[in-house]
């Protein structure tokens, strides 16, 4: 595997950048929860030089705020075809399967997952996703995992560097 070529991380939301679960309050508000290491992580990513994205099969502006706020340039949410998806979002940034990583959990995940040069299951992925991976994070989704493979393919890339302290 030639980790140099993977530019763009494309990430699921449900279960990769959060726990997985649904919440909802009396009023069927829903909320999330994201982790403050996979924040930090994506920033790091991004002042690399590389790109993220989010294919959501849920609709929400709870990831469009969050994608704002850690510097995800590209989110498509409603996605229920993921590799038909990962396909169209690639002609639009021009942009080989090769050159990406794509971080899935569930089912409709596994297509693209296979299709690109680094595909990683989450901890809590389930088996088949687990199976079609290159990589599988020892964090669960929404506790760590996005900022385990971001340091992974820094480290890599020869691209790794801990932030000073503040």
Same mark, same amino acid.
């Given at each position: 595997?030639?980790?140099? #070529?993977?530019?763009?991380?494309? #990430? ?31 920033? #790091? ?9 989010? #294919?959501?099969? %849920? ?5 469009? %705020? %969050? ?19 990962l396909r169209a979002l690639l002609d639009e ?61 820094? %480290? ?11």
């Open positions: 595997m030639n980790f140099s #070529l993977i530019q763009l991380l494309v #990430l699921d939301v449900d279960g990769v950048l959060t726990p997985g679960d649904v919440t909802y309050d009396d009023g069927l508000a829903r909320s999330m929860s994201f982790s403050i290491q996979d924040g930090v992580a994506l920033k #790091l990513w991004k002042q690399a030089g590389c790109r993220a994205a989010v #294919l959501s099969g %849920r609709e929400t502006s709870i990831v469009v %705020r %969050r994608g704002a706020e850690v510097g995800i340039e590209i989110i498509r949410q409603g996605v229920r075809d993921k590799l038909a998806g940034v021009q942009a080989p399967f090769e050159a990406v990583c794509y971080v899935g959990d569930d089912l409709p995940d596994a297509p693209a997952v296979e299709s690109v040069g680094f595909g990683v299951a989450v901890a809590n992925a389930v088996p088949a996703v687990k199976r079609c991976s290159d990589f599988v994070t020892r964090r669960r989704g929404g506790d760590g995992a996005v900022a385990e493979v971001i340091e992974y393919l820094l %480290r890599k890339q020869g691209r790794w560097a801990t932030p000073a302290s503040s």
